[in-house]
Every structure is written in structure tokens, then in C-alpha cells.
């Protein structure tokens, strides 16, 4: 399961999911639960932006570990490689006229794009 964040379209703005083929997202009608829909009724995927996030968390375990392992240069190593991930923002759009733009990580995203190609 990997978490898609909405941002704009025919959806609910909050957290969606993909799991097993599937993009699970909220809709006034689904706002429970959210909607099931197999990544087959998808009619194209675009990018619309890549970009590298650093996340805080990571950026110090890394840091730390660094630290132990090699002393202060471990340390500015683990700072600066650590925590490092990619997101994408993407525009889809489905076969029965509906529109999302959303965000997730580049590998969730290149398995939805892959069910379109």
C-alpha cells in the first residue's frame, strides 16, 4: 500500500491509497471508504513535476548512524545523503471523463503510469 496524496480534481483533497492495481480515492459518494478503481479504467498518466524531498527524520538516523560508524565525518555524510526521496506529481485522467492530479513517490507512480502504457 502506498499513499497518494490528492491535490486537485474530481476528488476528495486528502489521502488516497494503491494497493493491489487499484487507486483507492474519496469521492462525495465514497467519502467513507473511498472508491475502488482498477488502474485499468485509467485513460493516461502525466508528470507534471519531479522533485526531491528531504525528509527530516531520515536526514538524522542517518546522520547518527554516520556518527557511530565514522565520527564526525560520518556525520556530515549521514546529514547530507540521508532522507532522500522523490515525489512526483502527476495528472491522470479516467475513461469515464473523471480528472486527478496527486502526488506520490517515484515508484508508485511509475507502476500507475506502467498500467497505461
Request: overall charge positive.
Amino acid at each position: 500500500m502506498a499513499k497518494i496524496k490528492v491535490l486537485a480534481g474530481d476528488f476528495i483533497k486528502t489521502d488516497g491509497e494503491y494497493s493491489w492495481g487499484s487507486l483507492i480515492l474519496k469521492t462525495e459518494e465514497h467519502s467513507w471508504f473511498g472508491e475502488t478503481i482498477p488502474l485499468s479504467q485509467l485513460d493516461t498518466v502525466d508528470i507534471a513535476t519531479e522533485e526531491n524531498v528531504k525528509k527530516i527524520g531520515g536526514t538524522v538516523g542517518w546522520g547518527a548512524a554516520g556518527a557511530i560508524i565514522l565520527g564526525p565525518v560520518g556525520l556530515l555524510a549521514g546529514l547530507l545523503l540521508g532522507g532522500k526521496k522523490k515525489e512526483v506529481t502527476f495528472v491522470a485522467k479516467f475513461k469515464d471523463g473523471r480528472k486527478l492530479m496527486a502526488q506520490t513517490d517515484s515508484k508508485t507512480f511509475i507502476k500507475i503510469q506502467a498500467a497505461v502504457f
